[in-house]
């Protein structure tokens, strides 16, 4: 690809919408990924299916976002 149709394509791409920009950036970071790790894939369902299962029953306890920014700003001081 020349470089003035590349020059072309980003002055495009800045001129979209903030929420289009994200996607296209969502969309060529995919392409580089290479092809989904399947497996992995599959082991985030699992765990993701297990915390859920924990917070639903009432074994685990979510925080609220301000006592999350809470901790985080104490541990950074």
Known sequence: MAAVDFEKILD???ALPESE????VHDLVETLDGSPDKEA???WVQ?????L???ESGD???LSREELNR???DRTG
């Open 41 to 43: 894939a599959s082991a």
């Open 21 to 24: 920009r994200a996607r296209l």
């Open 53 to 55: 299962a924990e917070v």
């Open 47 to 51: 765990e993701i299916s297990r915390r």
């Open 60 to 62: 685990e306890r979510t």
């Open 12 to 14: 495009q791409a800045r």
């Open 71 to 73: 901790r985080l700003r």
